[in-house]
């Protein structure tokens, strides 16, 4: 069976997503990227490779792919994690016959205002928003729906260009300097108060057959907007708790409506003050944030091979939940590069035992611009109560100092 993975770049984490597919018994793995083969560092000469300049060009993907075809047969799957690729593999797959999420379900999931709408004519509880042309239509829905509002980007990702206003002049600055139009459109939302919290859910031939639950402390757009908050993210062992009822509900209601097949998604929400729901936006690729990496752990799997599996081979064997599991991430204090790392030996010896991954800045480095920061630690414990204060400690106690 030949299946092929598309990334921009052959980065760590893709480069996992490469090894895991290409472990699977059965599989010929092809793989189109922008960088050289020798990248593919030990499984050089093991996949077949194809470079491409642009990978977000259809016409440079499709010529990859029907090269690679050409040479080691008929495509049974294409796919990718890059949630900005998702639109173009759709479209290839389906020039090609290629089995896999369609165009249409490709442009719901990307494209956040037509996301919104699909969702909301469906009863699913989603923020309020308006995709403006032009600044007097930001104004009109600011004027609606109350400050402060969001501002992003009609097709963004991980909360990129994402920034909050607080009154009118705030919104004509900020869209005074690149304002929007007919053809760049600019999202914009209710914000949105109250606790935030992802779900992941895998499904299988249009049924949701998994699911897993995190919550952001404290949210992203609030980590965007104070580049010095250390962070966390928390997996409760307790996925199928009651409480939880009412997204697990609306979110098989919303990838219906998306169109969801057969795929992992990671959907973004709300709970308010008052205990009611609202999505924010989902996306048809597996998680950032490290999010893979704590499902890993909490089930003692590898969850990337899983996903793999799910991609190429449309099968998916549901683990069981053995731990909660939470990151803390590590942002520098002050400016310059990393000049030291303070407190990482009190946890060391406090908390050494939770501890499952760890990823410390190099001294020298610069600053990340990710919302991830300059690096991580990941805990885990058959007691979420015991998580969540472990990752708590590790914010308070660890310092990134920048010079």
Known sequence: MFAIFAAPLLSDNAFTMIAAAASLPGVRLGVITHDPASKLRHLEGQVAHWRVDNILDVNQLRWAATELQARNGRIH??????????????????????????????????????????????????????????????????????????????????????YRVENPDQLQRALSAQPPSATT??????????????????????????????????????????????????????????????????????????GMRTGLSHMEWFRRADGSIAISEVAARPPGAQITTLIARAHDIDFLWAWSQLMIFNTFEAPQRKYAAGAAYLRGQGRGRVVGIHGWDRIQRDLGDLITDVKLPAMGATPSTSYEGEGYIIVRHPDTAVVERAVSRIVSTVRVELG
Not at 85 to 97: D, K, W
Not at 128 to 149: K, Q, Y
């Open 77 to 162: 799957r294409l796919y990718g994690a890059y949630e900005q690729l998702q639109e173009a593999l759709a479209e290839v797959r389906e020039s090609l016959g290629v089995d896999g999420m369609s165009v249409e379900t490709a442009v719901n999931f990307r494209d956040k205002a037509r996301m919104k709408t699909v969702m909301r004519a469906n009863g699913v509880p989603c923020a309020r928003h308006r995709l403006a042309a032009n600044i007097a239509e930001a104004l009109a829905f600011a004027a609606t729906s109350g400050f402060p509002v969001v501002v992003k980007p009609p097709a963004g990702a991980g909360a990129q260009q994402t």
């Open 185 to 258: 459109p600019v999202l914009l939302e209710e914000f949105i108060l109250g606790e935030e919290h992802s779900l992941e859910t895998i499904s299988v031939d249009g049924n949701a057959v998994w699911h897993s639950l995190t919550r952001y402390r404290p949210t992203p757009l609030q980590v965007m907007e104070n580049p010095w908050i250390q962070w966390c993210l928390v997996l409760p062992r307790e996925v199928d708790d009651p409480r939880y009822d009412d997204i697990r509900a609306a979110a098989r209601k919303a990838l219906t409506a998306l």
